[in-house]
């Protein structure tokens, strides 16, 4: 039996553990609001060609930040492809960037079976200000950024509601 002493610390370790897990699941910052900026990368992966809003143009884009280290971000990859699989044929398209290296993320694609969009060596994060990973915007039809959050069941709603609202 712990001592009175004991269980305070116990309580306050899983105190500050459930804020810990809190805020790691609530967007970093405002949402990024108002038009979206320019795809870039140094490498994009699963794709014939460049991307680029332009490209994309009259799609909805789910776009997400992540890392190869980050385990929430390789915990949502199955959650990606599902957007991907489901989505694909009605104008959604996923699309993934990491500031990584190209030649770090090439064998982690291949490794955990990712079939959407995949940009390495791209500066995204940080011209939209996004302070934590993983992270999701929602770019509308028309280039606008309509959504930001974790990438839960939310991400799923606000997906459908961009698809719905076109």
């Known amino acids: ?53 332009a490209k994309l143009a009259g799609k909805v884009i789910v776009l997400e930040f992540w890392a190869t280290w980050c385990g929430p971000c390789i915990q949502n990859i199955p959650h990606l492809n599902a957007i991907h699989d489901h989505w694909k044929d009605r104008g959604v398209v996923v699309v993934a960037v990491t500031d990584e290296p190209p030649d770090r993320v090439a064998e982690f694609i291949h490794e955990k079976e990712i079939r959407y969009i995949v940009g390495a060596g791209s500066r995204l994060i940080y011209q939209y200000g996004v302070s934590g990973i993983p992270y999701s915007l929602i770019i509308n039809r028309d280039g606008k950024v309509v959504w930001g959050g974790y990438p839960d069941e939310s991400l799923d709603d606000a997906i459908a509601k961009a698809v719905g609202s076109q």
């Open 1 to 53: 039996m712990p001592t009175r002493l004991e269980f305070r610390w116990l309580l306050i370790f899983f105190v500050i553990l459930a804020g810990l897990f809190w805020f790691s699941r609530r967007p970093m910052g405002p949402i990024p609001t108002g038009a979206a900026k320019q795809l870039t990368a140094e490498k994009w992966f699963n794709t014939d060609s460049e991307v680029s809003l």
